[in-house]
């Protein structure tokens, strides 16, 4: 009787306590639920970073670090104030995955996006998106979505991938990686040299994100299976 009179109270106070919206992005080191809603902090991981280069354009000479840089910031200040925004790093350092996925895990009520852009033959182009976890589906669905639509080039959609990366499998929030475009290839590396196209894509990204927290994963199709597979090492695929 004790413990049923218990479970009344917590039920009680866990309905009228809580906010109107509740956030379902804490901490969750499988992901196997649905996509979050109502969080509040969004990470912005710009790939690579101090003695790691990235892909260096042979068309443009610019290298993948500093592009990614330069996109986290944007994406940032088309969030503005509706979220609390953390760049992973906001200079030209070096950080190792293993600590972007302990610093991703320092906060509860998060998404995580990791911008990169690719390199591979010189006639493949267009954006692509890696999720792993059931949970960043509905996420990497609207982030690909958007990047697809200010692509000028409708067959370029390079879909998502789902691929198990320490920055995809490993954090235990909802968590995609971008690849904004293609820097092998001529065209696309040109137009990400241009400071417009790249506003126009981090516009893009900052509203997705926006109609995720708004509605989660409504009109993003059907959940994947959920995988178990251990946590992706240094010596698994190339990130
Ligand atoms: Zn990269």
């Known amino acids: 009787m004790k413990s049923a009179l218990f479970l ?42 101090g003695r790691d280069d990235g892909a260096t354009s042979r068309h443009t000479g610019q290298k993948e670090k500093d592009l990614t840089l ?5 994406i940032k200040s088309e969030l503005g104030g509706s979220f609390r925004t953390v760049l992973m790093r906001g200079n030209d350092t070096f950080v190792d995955l293993d ?15 990791s911008m990169h852009f690719n390199s591979g033959p010189s006639h493949v182009r267009g954006p692509e ?19 697809t639509a200010v ?10 991938v789902r691929r198990r990366l ?3 499998r490993n954090p235990e929030i909802p968590c995609v ?11 696309e590396s040109r137009l990400i040299a241009n400071p417009g196209y790249r506003q126009k894509l981090a516009s893009a990204i900052a509203s997705a994100i926006r109609t995720q927290a708004a509605i989660g994963d409504a009109g993003t199709g059907p959940l994947p299976s959920p995988l178990n597979e251990p946590p ?4 698994d695929a190339r990130e």
């Open 70 to 74: 330069d996109m986290v910031k944007r």
């Open 232 to 235: 992706s090492r240094a010596s």
């Open 151 to 160: 692509s000028p080039v409708e067959s370029s959609n390079r879909g998502l």
């Open 177 to 187: 990686l971008l690849e904004g475009g293609y820097l092998s290839n001529p065209e």
């Open 8 to 49: 009344v109270i917590t039920a009680f106070l866990a309905s009228c306590a809580g906010p109107a919206v509740r956030s379902s992005s804490g901490h969750d080191a499988w992901g196997h639920r649905p996509g979050p809603r109502g969080f509040k902090t969004v990470i912005i991981d710009a790939g690579h970073g």
């Open 166 to 168: 320490r920055l995809t």
């Open 99 to 113: 600590d972007r996925v302990i610093g991703a895990n320092r906060f509860g009520d998060a998404i995580l996006i």
């Open 129 to 147: 998106t890696y999720y792993w976890r059931v949970d960043s589906h509905g996420l990497a669905t609207r982030l690909q979505h958007a990047m």
